[in-house]
């Protein structure tokens, strides 16, 4: 598979679901989006295999959606069974603005350099309110001790309203 981490292989619009004469989302808009979401939904498989969905903030960071959690949480415990998650945000309009779906795979990060980078995301983007500190492998901040998480995207859809539109991107995995 070619292509760069962060950057999609292939985009799709499905025309099942899309408008005549309706274009694929552009995936630099759509990072855009992405990057500027205040609320996302986290989905993931509740290991008697009900879905299980809460909202996180989070942050767009390094090509991947970033996530903090207690290690206690019900979706930890979940992606401790199963890593694979879905990430959703959007507008929830039935006829304007856009609506994202990220597939992929949460990891626990654990190195602090790493983490002090999506730190700094999330306190540029929520301002003190997660201004969260990197203590060893865990930040400190609103939440307590936690861990931090990082889904790179294996498959990203968009669903544009007003001209209809699915489109499907791709991701090297």
């Known amino acids: 598979m070619a292509g760069n981490p962060g950057t999609p292989y292939d985009v799709e619009l499905d025309p099942r ?11 630099t808009e759509t990072r855009r989006l992405l990057a500027e979401a205040e609320l996302y939904w986290i989905a993931t498989v509740h290991p008697a295999a009900r879905p299980h969905l809460t909202p996180v903030a989070g942050a767009w960071h390094d090509g991947a959606l970033w996530f903090v959690s207690l290690p206690q949480e019900r979706k930890v415990r979940n992606l401790a069974d199963n890593a694979r998650c ?13 609506d994202i779906v990220v597939e992929g795979r949460a990891l626990r ?3 602090p350099a790493r983490m002090e980078k999506a730190a700094a995301t999330f306190r540029a983007k929520y301002g003190a309110m997660w201004d969260y500190e990197v203590d ?7 939440v307590g001790r936690a861990w931090m998480f990082s889904v790179t995207p294996e498959t990203v859809f968009a669903f544009t309203k ?7 991107w791709r991701f090297p995995v």
């Open 109 to 111: 990060v654990a190195d």
């Open 136 to 142: 060893g492998e865990v930040v400190t901040g609103s």
């Open 17 to 27: 679901y899309s408008h005549e004469g309706a274009r694929p989302a552009s995936w």
């Open 162 to 168: 007003g001209c209809v539109a699915q489109t499907r």
């Open 86 to 98: 879905s990430l959703l945000t959007g507008t929830n309009r039935l006829a304007t603005g856009v």
